[in-house]
Every structure is written in C-alpha cells, then in structure tokens.
C-alpha cells in the first residue's frame, strides 16, 4: 500500500513480470504503483533475482535399481514392465531440468526368450549444460537378463473311446493346443 498526505493509506496495484528460465533461474519484478484521488500516482519496483545456490546433480545421485535385472517379459523390456528405471535423489530438484532416455545394446528383437543386453540409461540436466561435452550428462549401465523359466501351457481334447475292431482307429486324428509366452 501507498500513503498520500491527504488521502492516507492507499491501495497498490501490483504489476508482476517474470524472466524464469526452464531451471527455475531468472529474475522476477514486481512494479507498485498507487494514485491518489487527484490522479498523482507514484511507483516502484522490486527486483528479485532467482539463482541455483544448491548442489548441481551429481551420479551418485542417481540409482538405477537392480543392477542387472532378470525376467520372463519376452514381449516387453520396458522400464515401466520390467522396473528398474531411474530414481533421481537430488534435493534440488526444482533446479534441474532432467531428459531421460535409453538404449539397450545389442537390441533385442521381441518376442526374445533367451538373452543378454546392456540398458545405458542418459540423464541429461540442461541446467548443467555448458558445452564442454560432458557436464550435465550422467550414463548408467543396467544388464537384462531375459530367460523363458516358464513351460508351455499343453491342452488336450478329452478323452476319446473307441472300440478296437473300429476302422476308425486308423483315422482318429489328435489335435492338442500349446500356449507359450516366448
């Protein structure tokens, strides 16, 4: 609020304009501005500057948990089926700016039943990104293991009877029906 000497204590409107970066980093101004009832009108700003005092992620904090993972999806190996994707355990986490992206290497061509990749997981913090090629970017390896434990599901017509002196014994045929996941 604003004092006027003849209309005391008057209201302010506040005018905000904020400069913030995707890293939370910026300057804000807030502009105060008050008029009297004769139309004098007086104004002021306050600037604040928001900068990142806090620690800059590091690797270590970053987990990717387990280290080598071991399943059965044959028909998935995405972190969302399968676990195993990246916890951030930064306490500035408003000032990063994170992308986080994988490459499994070989590829495997699903449905896979029976085989090994490396999961590189790149975590990116565009905050910490200053050209130099490396800083901001953090790789973890992660070792899938895919195996099919599991045995097929067999299913069988029920049970048939036939008498012996049948020609129809020669020309019976089976038909059974097997599931498996891989």
Request: with cysteine.
């Amino acid at each position: 609020f604003g004092i006027d000497n003849c209309d005391g204590n008057l209201p302010a409107t506040q005018i905000v304009t904020m400069d913030i970066n995707s890293c939370n980093a910026g300057v804000i101004v807030r502009t105060f501005i008050v008029t009297d009832a004769s139309g004098n009108s007086a104004q002021c700003s306050q600037v604040i500057t928001v900068t990142d005092t806090g620690v800059a992620l590091m690797l270590d904090d970053i987990v990717v948990e387990p280290d080598t993972i071991f399943t059965e999806s044959c028909n998935s190996l995405d972190p969302d089926v399968i676990g195993g994707f990246p916890i951030i355990n930064g306490g500035q986490m408003a000032c990063y700016n994170l992308s986080i992206d994988f490459e499994d290497n070989p590829p495997l061509m699903l449905p896979v039943c029976q085989d090994t990749t490396v999961r590189t997981y790149t975590i990116i913090d565009s905050c910490q990104l200053n050209g130099d090629g490396m800083t901001g970017i953090f790789m973890i390896d992660q070792v899938i293991v895919v195996s099919d434990m599991t045995a097929p599901v067999l299913t069988v017509p029920s049970t048939i009877d036939v008498d012996c002196d049948s020609s129809f014994v020669n020309n019976i045929s089976l038909v059974a029906d097997v599931m498996d996941e891989c």
